[in-house]
């Protein structure tokens, strides 16, 4: 059977337990967004794809999806995907395409967008943002993979002790003080740097 366009999910939250219920929502899912949500689990692998879409159900994060189970072709599934960005580790770092910053240390993990590095505190003249690329430049991340989840290419750097100081002393320059308390008093061991994908023209 073709594809739809659109999928109706129940979407509902796998920490939901006997002691607080989390209401199911419905609504119409496009299928590409579905089939992103997938591919942490199933890599582009046709096969698994098509019997996920067959058994209807799927678990995501912290999130549960529901749909009405049906019968795709494998070629269509294939063609599918084939439109999917894929990883590509001869992709250099680009700082200034950097949307997400994700710090990673003992029992701590602390999401910075760029949009909140970005914003300074009265009279300074940098953010923390501006800093912390002044850090990745003298420390390269290396390429892991795509990301559907958050669209963009991820790098990882692992933190010397010395840059893990810099980064927290910058903190300082966050204008949102419980942010800025979560990364002056975390023993930040990594980051992953989540890059925009600018498609290459045809040459």
């Known amino acids: 059977m073709p594809l739809p366009e659109t ?3 129940k979407l509902s939250s796998e920490e939901a337990g006997t002691v607080a219920i989390t209401p199911v929502v419905v609504q119409d899912l496009p299928l590409r967004e579905l089939v992103e949500r997938m591919l942490g689990v199933t890599g582009k692998d046709p096969a698994r794809v098509r019997e996920l879409f067959l058994r209807g159900s ?3 994060g912290a999130s549960r999806f529901r749909w009405s189970g049906f019968d795709a072709d494998l070629e269509s599934v ?3 995907l084939s439109d999917l960005p894929d990883s590509d580790p001869a992709l250099p770092f680009a700082p200034e395409r950097c949307l997400l910053a994700v710090f990673h240390g003992p029992g701590c993990r602390i999401e910075l967008s760029r949009e909140a590095g970005n914003k300074r505190r009265l009279l300074r003249r940098k953010s923390f943002w501006d800093l912390f690329l002044e850090v990745l430049a003298d420390e390269p991340p290396r390429y892991v993979a795509y990301s559907y989840k ?4 991820c790098y990882r750097l692992a933190l010397s002790h ?3 100081s810099r980064i927290r002393e910058t903190a300082t320059l966050l204008p949102f003080k419980s942010l ?3 990364i002056r008093g975390s023993a930040l061991e990594w980051v992953e740097l989540f890059v925009e994908r600018i498609e290459r023209m045809p040459g």
């Not at 958050?150 to 290419?153: I, R, S, V």
């Open 180 to 182: 800025g308390r979560q």
């Open 150 to 153: 958050e669209k963009a290419d």
């Open 78 to 80: 294939t063609a599918l």
């Open 58 to 60: 799927l678990v995501s």
């Open 162 to 164: 010395s840059t893990s």
């Open 7 to 9: 999928v109706r999910v």
